[in-house]
């Protein structure tokens, strides 16, 4: 059975996940439902996600073609930009 997560986010970024493998549709979409209620947004996903890097951001990449469940780490565009501007001054020395 293929597994899939119901991952939830907050403001852009991934707080949480949830297994919903053999969950019916009804239940999923009651979960999503209390979520909104919440100020959060769910999705389901066969798929893994990839968050920025940076522990304080969190902020969510986008699906991964990696098992669902499982986390990849890249770089937001503001962290990007951040270490280009310190890339920049290194090599300015």
């Known amino acids: 059975m293929k597994k899939y997560m119901l991952y939830i986010f907050e403001s852009g970024r991934l707080v949480g996940m949830q297994d919903v493998t053999g969950w019916p549709v009804d239940k999923i979409d009651e979960a999503i439902s209390a979520l ?13 996600r990839a968050i920025c890097w ?3 951001c969190g902020i969510d990449l986008g ?26 001054e290194i090599c300015d020395l």
Do not use: N, Q, W, Y
């Not at 909104?36 to 893994?48: A, C, H, L």
């Open 36 to 48: 909104e209620f919440f100020g959060r947004t769910g999705e389901v996903s066969d798929k893994g």
């Open 63 to 88: 699906e991964r073609e990696i098992p669902a469940g499982e986390l990849s780490h890249g770089i937001c565009p503001e962290h990007e930009a951040e270490k280009m501007a310190e890339l920049g």
């Open 54 to 56: 940076e522990p304080s």
